[in-house]
T-cell receptor, first 114, second 115 residues
Framework: AQKITQTQPGMFVQEKEAVTLDCTYD???????LFWYKQPSSGEMIFLIYQGSYDEQNATEGRYSLNFQKARKSANLVISASQLGDSAMYFCAMRTQAGTALIFGKGTTLSVSS | EPEVTQTPSHQVTQMGQEVILRCVPISNHLYFYWYRQILGQKVEFLVSFYNNEISEKSEIFDDQFSVERPDGSNFTLKIRSTKLEDSAMYFCASSNRVMPGNTIYFGEGSWLTVV
C-alpha cells in the first residue's frame, strides 16, 4: 500500500531561519514522484517542488529544496530564509507509476514569526 | 500563467439537495481530478478522469457522486443527495500526462457547506 507520513503537526520558526519539514513515504513501485504543496489560510493548493525517484540530484526551487534520501524513503522539504508569508500548511504527496492519483500526507502547519 | 478555475468558490446547500461543482482545467491538459479536504484534515483523492471516462476512483466516490465533461472545457462533479459529512473543500485538478513526474495543478477550491 502507498502511504505518506508527516509526523510534525506544527512547526515554529523565526523569520530568516531555515526550517525542515519531514516526509516519509512507502511504496513498492520503483518509479514514483514526490511533491510538496503549500496551502495558505485562503485555501488554495500551490505546487512548490517535485522530486523523481530516479533523480540523482536533490530538487531545488528558489528558497525550497528537497532533501531526498531514497534508502530511508524520506523527502524532507527545506525552506531557507523563512519569510512571514511562508506561514501555511505544507503537504507532502506522492504519485506512482501504477496510479494516477496523488496521495497526500496529513500536512504540517508552519508558523513563521518576526 | 494558465490555471485551473473553479466555481462556485463557496456554496451552502440543504441536506438532500443536489450540488454541481464546476471546473475549467488547464486547456492542454488531458487528465482531470477531484479531491476533497474536510476542514482541518488531509486532502483525499476522489476520482480521476481521462478520455471521457473515469480512470480511477477512491472508496469515497460512491454512487452519490458523478463526474462529467459536458463540453470541451468544463469538468463537473455532481453530488446527488448531499449529506452533512459532504461539507468540505472540493479541489479540481488537472495534469498534462499521467507519468509520476507530471505536476498536478489545483484550482482554488469550492467550499461546500451542507446544512
Amino acid at each position: 500500500a502507498q502511504k505518506i507520513t508527516q509526523t510534525q503537526p506544527g512547526m515554529f520558526v523565526q523569520e530568516k531561519e531555515a526550517v525542515t519539514l519531514d516526509c516519509t513515504y512507502d511504496t513498492s513501485d520503483q518509479s514514483y514522484g514526490l511533491f510538496w504543496y503549500k496551502q495558505p489560510s485562503s485555501g488554495e493548493m500551490i505546487f512548490l517542488i517535485y522530486q523523481g525517484s530516479y533523480d540523482e540530484q536533490n530538487a531545488t526551487e528558489g528558497r525550497y529544496s528537497l532533501n531526498f534520501q531514497k534508502a530511508r524513503k524520506s523527502a524532507n522539504l527545506v525552506i531557507s530564509a523563512s519569510q512571514l508569508g511562508d506561514s501555511a500548511m505544507y503537504f507532502c504527496a506522492m504519485r506512482t507509476q501504477a496510479g494516477t492519483a496523488l496521495i497526500f500526507g496529513k500536512g504540517t502547519t508552519l508558523s513563521v514569526s518576526s | 500563467e494558465p490555471e485551473v478555475t473553479q466555481t462556485p468558490s463557496h456554496q451552502v446547500t440543504q441536506m438532500g439537495q443536489e450540488v454541481i461543482l464546476r471546473c475549467v482545467p488547464i486547456s492542454n491538459h488531458l487528465y482531470f481530478y477531484w479531491y476533497r479536504q474536510i476542514l482541518g484534515q488531509k486532502v483525499e483523492f476522489l476520482v480521476s478522469f481521462y478520455n471521457n471516462e473515469i480512470s480511477e476512483k477512491s472508496e469515497i466516490f460512491d454512487d452519490q457522486f458523478s463526474v462529467e465533461r459536458p463540453d470541451g472545457s468544463n469538468f463537473t462533479l455532481k453530488i446527488r443527495s448531499t449529506k452533512l459529512e459532504d461539507s468540505a473543500m472540493y479541489f479540481c485538478a488537472s495534469s498534462n500526462r499521467v507519468m509520476p513526474g507530471n505536476t498536478i495543478y489545483f484550482g482554488e477550491g469550492s467550499w461546500l457547506t451542507v446544512v
